[in-house]
């Protein structure tokens, strides 16, 4: 195996000292006064040998990885987290971060060993889609607070008060997705979600919307029972997740139950297995890309300060995609 190159080999190659190579490498080229002449013969002496720069070393000569945590609760295998993530990169890639992935599946220990190990290979930032408890609260807001005060944390797609964070307002989403129903003309309405008795906000907004119109809201956590009231009166449900949507519109067209006329449905995230469904249900979009971007643009800026930032909410607004 051949031995390791290291900065001292690319120096001598290029006829300048250590520093200067270092100076190079590191951005700093312009600050210095290297010449152009110099900056050349350091790049070819690179490129010759396909040096890359020890990621740990370099962070001892800028006090920075060009590292970003970046951890999410649930699937990482969907649009949602995908859309996200290439927002992010659309704007950290260009100042040269790299973002490192990580997913908690929903479970609290599993975010603070995933935090604690971002935190030992020395990330300049986190962005976290953090657990969250049956009434849609940090379950580890206190360490993340506690992690905030040396390095920057920006919550996403979660509200978080003390936190900058970057989130879709759920309950926007919910009252979409009521006043869709609502418009539907159905005669029973519905929830369905994973665990009957959620508290995040699309649900509670969905709720009141209704209860302020003195309709009963039911709220179910299985096919079944939709499927059944579908079959005596057109029924409206409000489905968790595009997942329950789309599961459900399979189940209701295998039961014999039009989706639309007997049976109105909207979802929730606007992923794009949607498509494939006909008819294709409503669903609530999320803004996703765009909500990447903003986290994006907001950690180049807290780290341009060079400090943990005061707590900054950037909200994007929910909208009905029928």
């Known amino acids: ?43 070819a ?86 657990a969250l408890d049956e009434h849609g609260n940090c379950v580890n807001f206190e360490e993340l607070q506690k992690l905030n005060g040396t390095t920057p944390v920006v919550v996403m797609n979660s509200p978080a008060e003390g936190l900058t964070c970057v989130y879709n307002d759920e309950s926007a989403g919910g009252r979409a997705a009521a006043e869709y129903i609502a418009s539907t003309g159905a005669e029973r309405i519905m929830i369905f979600e994973d665990h009957v008795g959620c508290n995040f906000g699309r649900i509670i907004a969905f709720r009141e919307f209704f209860a302020e119109r003195g309709t009963v809201v039911e709220e179910v956590d299985s096919p ?62 999320q803004c996703k890309y765009e909500l990447g971007e903003a986290i994006g643009e907001e950690l180049l800026r807290i780290l341009e300060q060079g400090e943990p930032d005061t707590a900054r909410k950037i909200v994007f607004t929910p909208k009905l995609h029928r």
């Open 1 to 43: 195996m051949a031995a390791r190159i290291k900065l001292a080999d690319i120096a001598r190659e290029a006829g300048v000292s250590v520093t200067t190579v270092s100076f190079y490498i590191n951005g700093k080229a312009r600050q210095y006064k290297l010449s152009r002449q110099t900056c050349e013969r350091i790049q």
């Open 45 to 130: 002496a690179i490129d010759r040998n396909d040096f890359v720069p020890n990621i740990f070393a370099r962070a001892l000569q800028c006090n920075r990885t060009y590292l970003i945590g970046l951890l999410v609760r649930g699937r990482i295998n969907t649009s949602f987290w995908s859309d996200i993530v290439a927002g992010l990169e659309e704007k950290l890639a260009p100042a040269g971060f790299h973002l490192v992935l990580s997913s908690a599946h929903t479970d609290a220990a599993g975010e603070l060993e995933a935090l604690r190990e971002m935190r030992r290979i020395g990330v300049d930032a986190y962005v976290v889609s953090p």
């Open 224 to 285: 079944e029972p939709v499927i059944a009231a579908a079959k005596q009166m057109k029924v409206g449900v409000f489905c968790f997740s595009d997942f329950l949507a789309a599961s459900l519109c399979c189940r209701a067209l295998a039961e014999g139950v039009r989706i639309g006329e007997e049976l109105a449905v909207v979802g929730y995230d606007d992923l794009a297995f949607l498509d494939l469904l006909s008819p294709r249900p409503a669903t609530v979009t």
